[in-house]
């Protein structure tokens, strides 16, 4: 499903031309709450390469760029992150021509996990030219941590860092999903992505507070894109959020 010109949902991913983005896959994370006392089982990380695997093979991408927080300690690098984001780099260099991380605040001990396969980490990324032919002004690729300087003919912002989910009520029954989030910052397009971490659904933007300074907002215009999962690979555009509240 398209969520706007050149700019394309792939489950949990969006594809710009050649260029797919994933945000926030939070490697470690069972590893930390084991530590915290939760024992939480160590399942993630087979699904969340089957799952990229399934991405990786519908978008077919040259660029691979992940929008922060590939890993999840703050500032440690454990010996479950180093295991296993080396793996999820090796799969997303296999599947590309390049993979550029944009560093999240998860990230601040990223560089060796990143040097030991050459990868660049950088603080933003900007897409234009032909992977957004037909479309004016720049697309901005930046975790959303933190305020960031527009660069000149910025049109679109995507960020992650939110994690954004809503919960659905049918009945007596409700359920959780991760969600694509659409709407405007400064004038300019807003896009969130949901966290690509399969312990957690995310956030529910329609009960819980906001992290991101780029969604200090009111919230209610935002389309909803959700995700229903890897196996059915459908997108449910279920308006704006004022709807759903």
């Not at 860092?161 to 004038?187: D, M, N, W």
Request: glycine residues 8%; contains cysteine; hydrophobic residues 35%.
């Amino acid at each position: 499903m398209d969520i706007s010109k050149n700019i394309k949902i792939v489950d949990l991913g969006l594809k710009i031309g050649k260029t797919l983005i994933l945000a926030d896959l939070h490697i470690g994370y069972e590893e930390a709450l084991n530590k915290q006392g939760l024992m939480v089982p160590r399942f993630q990380f087979k699904d969340l390469q089957e799952r990229l695997e399934k991405i990786l093979k519908k978008a077919n991408p040259d660029v691979i760029v992940v929008n922060g927080d590939i890993k999840h300690e703050f500032g440690r690098i454990s010996g479950q992150e180093w295991r296993e984001t080396l793996k999820i780099l090796d799969l997303l260099a296999r599947n590309s021509k390049r993979v550029i991380l944009v560093r999240g605040n998860h990230d601040k001990k990223l560089g060796p996990i990143a040097k030991k396969r050459d990868i660049e980490v950088v603080d933003e990324y900007e897409i234009g030219g032909d992977d957004i032919k037909g479309r004016e002004g720049k697309i901005l690729v930046v975790h959303g941590d933190k305020e960031t300087r527009l660069p000149k003919n910025t049109r679109t912002i995507i960020i992650g860092h939110e994690h954004p989910a809503v919960s659905i009520r049918e009945g007596q029954r409700t359920e959780t999903f991760k969600c694509f989030l659409k709407g405007k910052y400064r004038g300019k397009e807003l896009i969130v992505m949901p966290s690509c971490n399969l312990v957690t659904e995310g956030s529910d933007i329609t009960k819980e507070g906001v992290l991101s300074p780029f969604l200090k907002q009111r919230l209610d215009d935002f389309e909803v894109f959700v995700v229903e999962d890897a196996e059915s690979d459908k997108i449910y555009r279920f308006g704006k959020l004022k709807n759903i509240r």
